[in-house]
């Protein structure tokens, strides 16, 4: 994050600063837009949005991270191609800001500069919607509490982006901590914040694999597990969400469903007693258990939900048989992108990445990177 940006593109200081983590989905996959529970972590890398009022009637964007920089009127905010699209990040917050009549009716210059590697599954767009957010709260006056920035981050991504995604990415971000995972339990959308126990490490491996249909695979899944529920709702007419289903009760009514749809609503609701049984499991201090479910739900993913690949696969599988490692699983929407491995402390000073990346080399002609992460703080102004 390069605090020098701003001044270095527009010749001033900025009028106000958001800064936002990335984050570590620790476990809960694809729970999130099913109303289910979800736990994350803020991590130690992220977004610096600063921002200053232009009397030119527009907002000019640079990101010290892009080839093109943008310029839009602020009466006419449209979505963003190719390799202007980078904007519609901040693009679709400060639309969300209008749509809430919360009016950004001035100019602004907008410079961004991250240390969060784009693409290294830690979701760096949720840092950036969150770190304008935190921004132009800040410079126009409006007071609001972590959630509403959370929400407006996910409107951002939803409605302008054009992502259906759930709560997950900006509510860590916004709700973030050091050494603590954020719960959220997306149907009350109702935050908590749960200690790390120490002694605990995580690292990310990311395949730099992104599957070339990943946002139509991942609408795919949002349309198969909004089928699955309009279909059990014919014979659970009192259920208000996927993941309130019992797992019992998707195989009861399994034959109402082909066998994929089944399959992702099994993946569902079995994540969502997972994440209950990790949140239990932490508080008893149980780490080797909290590790087998991380596991676990990677095996589900794979079999049942379908958005795993080979090369997390062969990390997760090699990972979880190196010593030192409590679990691992990928982390995100899958199709490509990273693991995360929830490790003892002294598994980097071991040469057992340094290995692990020969062998996936060998196999897979690339090279993962590898990022030791720490929980930290969540969205501010600063
Ligand atoms: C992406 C989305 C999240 C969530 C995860 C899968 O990161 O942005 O909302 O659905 O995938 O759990």
Not at 286 to 294: H, K, M, N, Q, T
């Amino acid at each position: 994050m390069d605090a020098d940006y701003f001044s270095s593109v527009f010749g001033s200081a900025p009028d106000a600063t958001g800064v936002a983590p990335g984050r570590i989905e620790f476990i809960g996959n694809h729970t999130d837009y099913n109303g289910g529970l979800v736990m994350g972590a803020s991590v130690n890398l992220g977004v610096r949005v600063d921002i200053a009022r232009n009397n030119e009637g527009v907002f000019k964007l640079h990101s010290k991270d892009a080839s093109e920089s943008v310029v839009e009127k602020i009466d006419s905010i449209s979505r963003k191609d190719g390799k202007q699209s980078w904007a519609n990040y901040a693009l679709g917050v400060i639309d969300q800001f209008n749509k809430a009549d919360m009016k950004i009716n001035s100019g602004l210059n907008i410079a961004v500069t991250s240390d969060l590697p784009a693409g290294a599954g830690m979701s760096s767009s949720a840092a950036f919607e969150l770190a304008t957010a935190c921004a132009v709260a800040k410079l126009f006056n409006y007071n609001l509490d972590r959630k509403e920035l959370a929400k407006i981050g996910r409107r951002a991504e939803n409605e302008f982006v054009g992502l259906p995604c759930g709560l997950l990415d900006q509510g860590v971000s916004a709700f973030g901590d050091v050494n603590h995972l954020v719960k959220i339990d997306c149907f009350t959308e109702t935050f908590n914040t749960v200690p790390m126990p120490s002694g605990v490490q995580f690292w990310i491996f990311n395949t730099q694999k992104k599957h070339a249909l990943l946002d139509s695979l991942y609408s795919t899944r949002f349309n198969e597990c909004k089928f699955a529920f309009e279909t059990l709702k014919t014979v659970l007419p009192d259920i208000q969400c996927l993941a309130q289903v019992h797992p019992d009760d998707i195989v009861k009514y399994g034959s109402l469903m082909s066998a994929d749809i089944f399959a992702r609503a099994l993946h569902v609701t079995e994540e969502n007693d997972r994440v209950r049984s990790v949140a239990n499991s932490l508080a008893c201090n149980d780490i080797s258990e909290v590790g087998r479910l991380l596991s676990a739900s990677h095996q589900s993913s794979r079999r049942l939900f379908m958005n795993s690949c080979e090369e997390l696969d062969f990390l997760v599988e090699r990972l979880n048989n190196m010593e030192g490692v409590y679990g691992a699983r990928l982390t995100g929407g899958g199709f490509g992108g990273a693991v995360m491995a929830m490790t003892n402390e002294t598994f980097g000073s071991t040469s057992g990445s340094e290995k692990l990346v020969v062998r996936y080399e060998n196999r897979f002609r690339n090279k993962p990177t590898i990022i030791q992460v720490k929980l930290g703080p969540g969205a501010r102004a600063l």
